[in-house]
């Protein structure tokens, strides 16, 4: 695979000072619109051979392009912060957003070829990890990010002249380390590695190219024009343009208005069967009975919670459901067992400018807690298969390719030791339009209830069959989905806590 980077390539000093010129200032050109266009990031990972000249190549990028839309990032082995949260935090927290470029350094690639040369995981863990990068690409390149990687080369050889010549200089002595010559006496079993981890990542929508590193002239030229041309092409193809969606309230009728739906009290004509069509909503607990219990439910979680901050073991909260559902109160009944530094909630809204620039599960990993703590989500990154979908802010496309982006997201956080749970609440179209009046006639809950939720009863045929599809595709072994029966607030209240309290348990 990398006899053709070891053939000496080289240019002359005179004819690389012209190109370069030339280069830089098209790359500069290329930034500048990328910058303007704001459609995709562009994700440039470097790897390859100690010595090959990986750092010296992305300095050299960033003296030639505007350090305000660039970033550069190396990781080595993760900080306690970094090993306390799923292995992939680190990376999508420092992912450039649209219009920017990001250079990573020792990325995601680093220690599973290490760890394999190194003989500390096996092959079936190795192929394993490759796979997981092939998902986390996927799902960049997927979301229109463009993604180039360079593996930088050099023969047996030549790492060794290049390893000794930086020994000699006093300037450049203290980049050589131990470790990189243990690496060079591993060579052979490193290049294996190295083999196999292109063979299975380098795909259509993220190349790998091989750039004969012994050459400083010869792979700054060669780098440098590989990111111009593939800049140049994404932006000719106008890579990341939205797609025109038809807006969601022009396919409403006069029935979704807000005034009309507000006297209407007829659930949307449906005869689609969903799982939510069985429950049974009649479920109630008494006033007295669901205060004992309550106490003790919430007593239970309290130790649960204190053992798992001891232990260093993470709990996520999902919690999805109706407009008036009773999500807050639930929410509120589990933190009142909780002493304030072990959770934090995370109510969801529309996303932010600064979200939007990004995949739409950016804002989600960046949330993510050290070790030990509780997180709960008031609504998530389920509202890709719900609201983006039935109003229309996401393509089908983009929703359907989400459900898989989901389900290898919640992977990890299991992987991870994350205890996950996650709820819809439940209630029937008429309990929910009886709360919806109850809110009216109450000074401090009319600010919980907008023209939007009134809008949102006429689409709720859609929404049901939104989440039926939701439970369907993302209702996993690892991480189900519990659908609670919300017409009764006790009854609900306590299948959250009896819930949150057996999935800690098992966790723990």
């Not at 003989?119 to 993604?147: H, M, P, W």
């Not at 010559?181 to 190349?207: C, G, H, L």
């Not at 009319?446 to 045929?461: I, P, S, V």
């Not at 919300?486 to 057996?502: E, H, M, P, S």
């Amino acid at each position: 695979m990398f006899e053709a980077a070891e053939l000496g390539r080289s240019i002359e000093k005179d004819a690389y000072k012209k190109q370069a010129l030339v280069l830089r200032n098209e790359l500069l050109d290329a930034q500048r619109r990328l910058s303007s266009a704001g459609n995709f990031p562009v994700i440039i990972v470097f790897a390859g051979v100690d010595g090959a000249g990986k750092g010296e190549t992305v300095n050299l990028l960033s003296e030639w392009m505007d350090p305000r839309y660039i970033s550069a990032r190396a990781f080595g082995r993760p900080s306690d912060e970094e090993a306390e949260r799923p292995e992939y935090w680190r990376y999508w927290r420092h992912l450039p957003p649209k219009g920017r470029i990001g250079f990573f350094l020792s990325s995601w690639y680093s220690l599973p070829i290490l760890d394999r040369v190194n003989g500390t995981t096996s092959k079936a863990d190795f192929a394993r990890r490759l796979e997981r990068i092939e998902q986390f690409e996927r799902t960049l390149t997927a979301n229109n990010a463009l993604v180039l990687k360079f593996w930088m080369h050099l023969g047996k050889s030549q790492q060794r002249r290049r390893l000794r010549k930086l020994e000699k200089d006093p300037l450049t002595r203290w980049r050589v380390t131990k470790a990189q010559w243990k690496n060079w006496r591993m060579y052979d079993r490193f290049i294996t590695a190295a083999e196999e981890t292109i063979r299975q990542t380098s795909t259509v929508e993220a190349p790998w190219l091989i750039v004969e590193g012994q050459d400083e002239a010869y792979r700054t030229i060669a780098v440098a024009t590989a990111i111009r041309d593939a800049i140049d092409k994404a932006l000719q193809e106008n890579r990341g343009a939205r797609v025109s969606i038809k807006p969601a309230a022009a396919k409403r009728n006069a029935a979704a208005d807000p005034q009309a739906a507000k006297v209407a009290s007829e659930k949307p004509a449906s005869d689609a069967t969903t799982i939510l069509s069985h429950l049974d909503m009649t479920q109630t607990v008494a006033k007295k009975a669901f205060g004992t219990e309550l106490e003790k439910q919430q007593g239970r979680i309290h130790l649960l919670q204190r053992r798992a901050w001891n232990k260093g073991v993470s709990t996520i909260l999902v919690f999805e459901g109706w407009d008036a559902a009773g999500k807050g109160g639930a929410i509120r009944r589990a933190t009142a067992a909780l002493d304030a530094p072990w959770y934090q909630v995370i109510p969801i809204a529309a996303p932010t400018d600064e979200e939007r620039q990004h995949h739409y599960l950016w804002r989600f990993w960046r949330h993510l807690s050290r070790a030990g703590r509780l997180t709960i989500f008031d609504r998530s990154w389920y509202g890709r298969v719900l609201v983006e979908r039935v109003e229309g802010f996401a393509a089908p496309s983009e929703w359907m390719r989400s459900y898989t982006e989901i389900n290898e997201f919640e992977d990890q956080l299991v992987e991870r030791g994350i205890v996950l749970v996650k709820f819809w609440i439940h209630v029937t179209f008429e309990e929910q339009l009886r709360r919806f009046k109850e809110r009216e006639k109450i000074s401090h809950k009319k600010w919980k209830l907008t023209d939007e939720d009134w809008r949102n009863r006429a689409r709720w045929g859609e929404y049901e069959r939104a989440v039926n599809d939701m439970v369907e595709r993302t209702s996993t072994r690892l991480a189900p989905w519990t659908i609670v029966e919300g017409n009764d607030k006790n009854f609900a209240r306590l299948k959250v806590l009896r819930t949150i309290g057996d999935r800690m348990k098992a966790g723990l």
